[in-house]
């Protein structure tokens, strides 16, 4: 999502990325992965690039031995890394699929891609002692910098020979550790079944205490098999914080350098989510509702049409066409999807009074009724979150956001509307305009009205956005000129292509001399080497510059079901993260002190 950031000198920054760690009793199957996929996405859209380790699916390990051992016996043991690595490579590729499909640029190696170095001991007894001794840094940058994740199966590694060899129980603890010691990272984030190192087993004993934070010595005598204890001393000896958490979960242990602390036990609260509007995008939010059911329980879901033909399996009783009904429901969050201004602006006031936040994905009544909104949701003390208001899963916002921090943006271009950009690839394909049209509708890009994204409207909304949030200012959609692309032909969009050039929407938001901002939404042949002519299909890229001279640029996918919610379903985490932290802190235990001698 980050493909660049560069100072002024034109040289690209790259941060050591963040290591996230999943377990196989996290990955119980191919539906995790969407799960995990949502823990790496609230990562880049902190801005970070990711380096992912995994574990094979829950139970694939022993599935795969069994195969081997029901017809080989225990005899052939030099090959079973290679038969075990395929186990990990299985999942290692399934997240990266699952990231694929929300729009962020994934891949996943080979251990011996990145020359994952861990020799076989001379005697096989001692593989559980297998220790991970070098790996290609260098190779593995360049993967970084040329992509945002990059996914490694953890547990399997090369000896000197460059055959498969393996790391012993929990060994992805350990290829992850080493991974972030290699690449300078600070914290490797393990996400394990359980949300952090408790003074006795949590499972035995419910109210248990979980330590907030330990040092590595704690950590030792109270995480059992929970870690590695190669990891362990790993982490140790080259200082790296360890972050153990639960999916989806805020709170969690840290293992680092500092005095222990504990809190008491906190069940996660259910939140219950009232969605307006059911379409495409809605009907993806749904289904990640429904996976993580421990937190959030769907309660009343608005549609148009009760009889309608949904793709997805949506209880009958969830849905109905009359708004009282749904709010009557009493939601702590509502999803608001239905588009338009006035009767979504209703339906946001109606939520925040009634105590509920609320996610929106509808630029149109956040660009018209921004202040006003904003008001209501403060007067009500509740949250407003609206990420997928503008670049579908690409988090522009946030990383508008994230700079402003630390310097005045100065000026930003992007190709921000994917319906837009999808028609103007096809017509350049050779297909008609109104093929092309209807094409970008039935993947779920366009608007429920399409008039909105060929007349740049849409895109203009997500400037007002990005002036508010990148810029601090009010930017009037009436101030903004927009071409349509009803009037540009066919034939000019080919014949652009002919000469080496590529049509496309681009947005703009620049500061005149007086502060003031200057926006539009133009139609215009860039050459085909232009970082926005390179956004392909429904894809987005934005790149924007601060005060300082440092470019930005990011992109990904701008439209359709799975980006966009993707990002609508982040805001409902960080609520529900928010919530809970809430919560913890009113039931944090009053004596912090130290619990082991
Ligand atoms: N219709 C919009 C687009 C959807 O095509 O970009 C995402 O905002």
Known sequence: MRPYSQNQQGSPRLDPPVVIKFGGSVLRSVDAMPMAAHEIYRILRRGHKVVAVTSALHGQTDALLDDAHNVFGDGAAHNRPALLRLGEMRSAALLALALERIGVDARAVDPAQIG??????????????AIVQACDTARLKAFLERHDVVVVPGFSACDEEGFSSLLGRGGSDQSAVFLASALGAEKVRMIKNVDGLYESDPFCAADAPRFSSLDYDHARRVCGPAIQKQALDLADSQGITLDIAMLARHHGSTIAPTRPARIAHVEAKRLKVALLG????????????????????????????????????????????????????????????????????????????????????????????????????????????????????????????????????????????????????RLADGAGFEDAVREAQEKGFAESDPSADLDGDDAAAKLVLMARRGFGRALPVKDIACDSLRDLSAQTVRQARENGDVIRQVSTISRRQNGRLRAAVRLEALPADDFLALAKGERNRLEFTDESGAVHGLQGKGAGRWPTAEAVFADLLDIHRLRAQNEVHIKAMPDNEPVCA
Do not use: W
């Not at 994952?116 to 002692?129: G, Q």
């Not at 949904?310 to 009904?325: E, N, T, W």
């Not at 100065?410 to 103007?424: E, P, Y």
């Open 278 to 425: 059911c379409g495409t995008v809605g009907a993806g939010v749904y289904q990640h509702l429904a996976r993580h059911d421990d937190l959030f329980d769907v309660c009343a879901i608005l549609v148009n049409d009760l009889e309608k033909k949904r793709d997805v399996d949506i209880p009958a009783a969830l849905l109905g066409s009359d708004p009282a009904q749904v709010f009557a429901a009493r939601p702590d969050i509502v999803v608001e999807m239905i588009g338009g201004v006035d009767t979504a602006d209703a339906f946001i006031r109606n939520a925040f009074f009634g105590g509920a936040d609320v996610v929106s994905a509808n630029k149109a009544v956040l660009a018209k009724r921004f202040s006003a909104l904003h008001k209501a949701a403060a007067q009500a003390g509740r949250v407003l979150r609206y990420s997928a208001a503008v670049g579908g899963g690409v988090p522009m916002l946030e990383a508008l956001d994230e700079v402003r921090e630390k310097a005045a943006v100065s000026s930003l271009r992007g190709v921000i509307n994917g319906t837009a950009n999808f028609i103007l690839d």
């Open 116 to 129: 994952l170095l861990c020799p076989a001991p001379a005697d096989e007894a001692k593989n559980e002692e």
